[in-house]
């Protein structure tokens, strides 16, 4: 698309970040990275291989940091000082990379965020020279409130991680793009190909997925149907939609000039 997402200063031609987990061996992950056309993808550096096992397979082999831009996470974290460690350790491993994605959970059950653990990161890694994307609530006051701290990116979720259920509250979404001026992403709740071609319809400047992809029956399929439907919602987000009606007095088809019409 001719339209470019940028991001911390650098614009990507791809709408839809991905993450590189759940998959069943670092073939599949490659082959639907490939498939969804991403250029960013996340990683759990808690989780994932990136060397600091020297005698397993790394994803730097599978996927090089040379094709793709790497966003190390902060999954499984349940503080702020653990997050801020994790990160700290993935610029380490990755050779001084800055940009990043913060995400601290709430509990074990929900994953939902803890938006107080969450800003005292923030706060932390934007000191420190990180370009921190933010995992957040759809609350539009955090979400300002993380802007002003520094962050680059601001990713409100649709619903839970992980439980497909697609976005629930729209409403908040919109609030949150009309406050901010960074970058609005929905991640975390994405379930099908739909669920991202609404987002993106919405206004929001991209889509971060992991489990709707790896999940899928067939994962590959899969990202090429969320590579595409982001794609279309951010073209129709830019045609701008008709209005709605409940009904229209006007046909699609105008009557002028018909038989027996005046």
């Known amino acids: 698309m001719s339209d470019k997402l940028t991001i911390a200063g650098k614009a990507y031609s791809s709408r839809l970040l991905v993450g590189t987990g759940k998959y069943k061996d670092f073939t599949e992950t490659r082959a639907a990275l490939d498939a969804s056309g991403a250029e960013i993808v ?6 994932t291989n990136l060397g600091q096992n020297a005698n397993e397979p790394s994803l730097l082999d599978a996927v090089p940091p040379s094709q793709f831009t790497y ?3 902060t999954a499984g974290c349940y503080s702020a000082d653990d997050a801020v ?7 380490e491993l990755l050779d001084g990379h800055s940009l990043v994605k ?3 959970l709430g509990d074990q059950q929900s994953l939902y965020p803890n938006v107080v653990e969450t800003i005292a990161a923030a706060k932390t ?11 957040t609530s759809d609350d539009p006051i955090i979400a300002k409130q993380l802007e002003d701290i520094g ?20 409403w908040n979404l919109q609030l949150i793009m009309e406050r901010v001026s960074v970058p609005v992403l929905v ?6 190909a739909s669920d991202a071609a609404i987002a993106m319809e919405l206004g929001c400047d991209g889509v971060l997925m992991n489990t709707a992809i790896a999940g899928a029956q067939n994962p590959v399929l899969m990202a090429s149907a969320m590579k595409k439907a982001v794609e279309a919602g951010r073209e129709a987000f830019l045609a701008g939609r008709m209005p709605k009606k409940l009904y229209s007095a006007s046909p699609s088809s105008p009557t002028a000039g018909m038989i027996g019409k005046p």
Do not use: H, K, W
Not at 86 to 91: E, I
Not at 151 to 170: D, K, Q, R, Y
Not at 187 to 192: F, K, L, Q, R
């Open 187 to 192: 991640d975390a709740g994405v379930g099908t």
């Open 71 to 73: 966003l190390p996470n």
């Open 42 to 47: 996340t990683v759990a550096i808690r989780r």
């Open 85 to 91: 460690r994790t990160l700290r350790l993935a610029r």
């Open 151 to 170: 962050c680059v990116a601001i990713m409100p979720l649709a619903s839970l991680i992980g439980s497909g259920m697609g976005i629930l509250n729209p």
């Open 102 to 104: 913060l995400e601290v």
């Open 125 to 135: 890694l934007v000191a420190d020279g990180f370009q921190v994307m933010v995992y």
